[in-house]
């Protein structure tokens, strides 16, 4: 099992940056892909990008490519979602999550694939 824990999210102006954290307990970090996620009110929870076990690749929605940079940093049991260039579309609340066995980038989109999830962190884009 594994245990996710969010931080970073906040409230910035159109435009700005920031940068979430995801830390994951337990020592076999690695074996995990991630994802971001996220819900605004009334919507349904969307993919925004997911990284494979050793980072080696990397996917995204189309409404935050160029935007949004997903990495992780095993030896530290973290994933970042850098976010640049923030729309007041992208407030919403952002979950990461993990799963042992995903492959391919259709897997990656659906969170009903994902086994853990975090508490999730908010983050508000005023225009």
């Known amino acids: 099992q594994v245990q996710l824990a969010e931080s970073g999210g906040g409230l910035v102006q159109a435009g700005g940056s920031l940068r979430l954290s995801c830390a994951a307990s337990?020592?076999?970090?690695?074996?995990?892909?991630m994802g971001w996620f996220r819900q605004a009110p009334g919507k349904e929870r969307e993919f925004v990008a997911g990284?494979?076990?050793?980072?080696?690749?990397?996917y995204y929605a189309d409404s935050v490519k160029g935007r949004f940079t997903i990495s992780r940093d095993n030896a530290k049991n973290t994933v970042y979602l850098q976010m640049n260039a923030l729309k007041p579309e992208d407030t919403a609340v952002y979950y990461c999550?993990?799963?042992?066995?995903?492959?391919?980038?259709?897997?990656?989109?659906?969170?009903?694939?994902?086994?853990?999830w975090g508490q999730g962190t908010q983050v508000t884009v005023s225009s």
């Open positions: 999550a993990a799963d042992r066995s995903l492959y391919g980038e259709s897997v990656y989109r659906s969170p009903v694939r994902y086994d853990y």
């Open positions: 337990g020592r076999t970090f690695s074996v995990y892909a």
């Open positions: 990284i494979s076990k050793s980072g080696g690749s990397t």
